[in-house]
């Protein structure tokens, strides 16, 4: 399945997508809602509510209020050599806040405060059950499915310190979506892209990780309890802007676009903060 979060005149809606119709799920406001009620998948399945037009919509981020966005650095061998890192034997965590988060077609917020603004694309899992001390072998239980999500960066305050966390979580920087796509329906794997004013970027395979999603989920879980809609992204491949020579930024105007093979697609216009 597809599911994804609708913006309407009422409010937001969870919706199942089927080819180009959205099917509302009734009185389920997000897919996260969604994904804290017992049987969410058959509920989705059985939904026959209002339907709409996939082309044109207006659609928020997938899980627009998780609980929890806890991202993943250094996780694909290509961005650690670029980053003149080495191969780390834990994985590194940060976290980001949900204001940060934007829709799939929205406007991507250039800050008054930093002209260093970089691209990351990552494949992001999103939580369907709720655990602590996951296995790694069930850690597949645990997973609702997969969704595309970039990581923009802020450099100049990420690297102000040795923590990350204040380049990470700005003010509707995040786009996230366009669906949740079911782990029946997706396998780690596929072609990441990122592209600036259709120049690409970043280009790897998603299966190509240092830590697997199910290691992550384990390793996390070991640390904190992992609930429904909590979102891991799972990192970024080579190709950062920072990494370049000389190195490239986002500018005002620029469209970012963001591709997984089999999740969809990201859309964002790169706009000044007002």
């Not at 406001?29 to 009620?37: C, F, I, N, R």
């Amino acid at each position: 399945m597809r599911l994804l979060t609708l913006r309407t005149a009422a409010g937001t809606v969870a919706v199942r997508q089927d080819g180009d119709t959205l099917t509302e799920i009734d009185g389920l406001s997000d897919v996260g809602a969604l994904l804290h009620e017992p049987g969410w998948a058959a509920i989705a399945e059985a939904a026959n509510g209002a339907t709409h037009a996939y082309d044109g919509a207006d659609l928020a981020a997938v899980v627009p209020s998780p609980g929890k966005i806890i991202c993943v650095g250094h996780n694909y061998r290509n961005h650690i050599k670029e980053m003149g890192r080495e191969i780390p034997e834990y994985p590194t965590l940060f976290a980001k806040y949900q204001e940060s988060l934007i829709g799939p077609n929205d406007d991507l917020a250039l800050p008054q405060e930093s002209d260093t603004v970089d691209w990351e694309a990552e494949l992001a899992l999103v939580i369907g059950k709720k655990g602590r001390r996951i296995s790694e072998a069930d850690a597949a239980d645990h997973i609702a499915g997969y969704s595309v999500l970039n990581d923009i960066s802020m450099r100049d305050y990420q690297f102000r310190t040795v923590q990350w966390l204040q380049g990470k979580t700005w003010e509707k920087s995040t786009p996230f979506g366009p669906a949740l796509v079911t782990k029946d329906e997706f396998t780690a794997g596929p072609l990441m892209t990122s592209a600036v004013d259709g120049e690409i970027q970043q280009q790897t395979p998603t299966g190509d990780l240092v830590f697997t999603p199910e290691f992550l989920v384990s390793y996390i879980s070991t640390i904190i309890t992992l609930n429904p809609g909590d979102v891991i992204a799972t990192g970024t491949p080579g190709g950062v802007g920072h990494a370049q020579n000389p190195k490239r930024y986002l500018q005002e105007g620029q469209l970012l676009v963001t591709t997984i093979e089999g999740l969809g697609q990201l859309n964002n216009r790169v706009v000044k903060e007002a």
